[in-house]
T-cell receptor, first 110, second 116 residues
Framework: EDKVVQSPLSLVVHEGDTVTLNCSYE??????LLWYKQEKKAPTFLFML????IEKKSGRLSSILDKKELFSILNITATQTGDSAIYLC??????????FGTGTRLKVLA | SAVISQKPSRDICQRGTSLTIQCQVD?????MFWYRQQPGQSLTLIAT?????????ESGFVIDKFPISRPNLTFSTLTVSNMSPEDSSIYLC?????????????FGPGTRLTVL
């Protein structure tokens, strides 16, 4: 059965810290891995990763995929209170189905 | 990207009643999806709604409980029927623009449902 596992489940840091969120996956016919930020209800898209070893960056956020070891990490540097959210990763096969992890709840303290 | 709206944004309902959630997209899209996120849980796909055909339901979800309509390429509804407190969740619609060569998934703002 396909599954996506995220760790840690929750994390509390102080502003300015750097955090690394982990996502491991077992997805049949894996095609891509997506990261989302969920603050209230709707997840907002962060990254889509399809190739191993190629880092994607957006401001203080970056992510990379390792298709050999079947995991991805999301890094956030110089964290801010506005980064407090649930971060979701999802793995997709060649179809439209995305398997979501349970998320990492990040809280950044001022 | 896409602009996706959902109505209502939240509702509190009595058990045994039904609620219909609407999802509107600002551009035509072949496939629309309905997800549920129960408290403390991740997103679970309920069904895929294609225009002009019956919705395809995932394991554990049935049409009698979650009937879906897809009358055109920009609109869909999900009904939560005969509700019980276990149906209290956030319900999200989403789209993927396969025909644009994209497979990024975009979500609507969600409907927070509480069943008493």
């Amino acid at each position: 059965e396909d599954k996506v596992v995220q760790s840690p489940l929750s994390l509390v840091v102080h502003e300015g810290d750097t955090v690394t969120l982990n996502c491991s996956y077992e997805v049949t016919n894996f095609r891509s891995l997506l990261w989302y930020k969920q603050e209230k209800k709707a997840p907002t898209f962060l990254f889509m990763l399809t190739s191993s070893g190629i880092e994607k960056k957006s401001g203080r956020l970056s992510s990379i995929l390792d298709k050999k070891e079947l995991f991805s990490i999301l890094n956030i540097t110089a964290t801010q209170t506005g980064d407090s959210a649930i971060y979701l990763c999802a793995g997709s096969s060649g179809t439209y189905k995305y398997i979501f992890g349970t998320g990492t709840r990040l809280k950044v303290l001022a | 990207s896409a602009v996706i709206s959902q109505k209502p944004s939240r509702d509190i309902c009595q058990r045994g009643t039904s609620l219909t959630i609407q999802c509107q997209v600002d551009s035509q899209v072949t496939m629309m999806f309905w997800y549920r996120q129960q408290p403390g849980q991740s997103l679970t796909l309920i069904a895929t709604a294609n225009q002009g055909s019956e919705a395809t339901y995932e394991s554990g979800f049935v049409i009698d409980k979650f009937p879906i309509s897809r009358p055109n390429l920009t609109f869909s509804t999900l009904t939560v029927s005969n509700m019980s407190p276990e149906d209290s969740s956030i319900y999200l619609c989403s789209v993927i623009f396969w025909d644009r060569g994209e497979n990024e998934q975009f979500f609507g703002p969600g409907t927070r449902l509480t069943v008493l």
